[in-house]
């Protein structure tokens, strides 16, 4: 049966909420987060055994993405995403930054474009030349 509780009665572990409300596939991996200082508890970093109260503000670093949640119901088992939606409710700030850093990252890949594979040889050839140019001091001053 599953442990969800509206008041503060129920005790649960911070690394066992991250991986109940799917934010972590393993509830190891959420430990490890934890330690690693990815996931802060009202501001603060913490411990994978802190217990986790509804009303609580966790902010938590996914790649690129932070996110800061409001605890809204506990639970210690994993369920469906849909369900695991409902633990948690990610603040309007935290919402509008990641949009922000989503575009961000969009218009950084427009500028940076990646080649489309590897150099041919003669591609290869011009960017040896290229290095080879910019490492050679300039010699037009005599010393």
Do not use: C
Not at 24 to 35: D, F, G, N, P, S
Not at 124 to 133: C, G, V
């Amino acid at each position: 049966m599953t442990k969800q509780a509206s008041s503060d009665s129920a005790a649960i572990r911070l690394d066992k909420w991250l991986w109940a409300a799917r934010f972590y596939k393993t509830r190891a991996l959420a430990r490890q987060m934890v330690q690693a200082g990815k996931v802060h508890y009202d501001g603060q970093r913490s411990k994978p055994s802190k217990t986790v109260q509804v009303g609580a503000i966790i902010t938590l670093r996914q790649g690129y993405d932070s996110r800061e949640v409001e605890v809204v119901q506990l639970s210690d088992e994993r369920r469906g995403a849909d369900i695991a939606q409902t633990l948690y409710r990610e603040t309007e700030q935290s919402l509008e930054k990641r949009e922000q850093n989503a575009q961000a990252r969009k218009l950084n890949a427009l500028y940076n474009p990646h080649p489309d594979g590897r150099p041919d040889k003669k591609q290869r050839r011009q960017l040896i030349r290229m290095k080879s140019e910019r490492a050679k001091p300039d010699s037009s001053g005599n010393d």
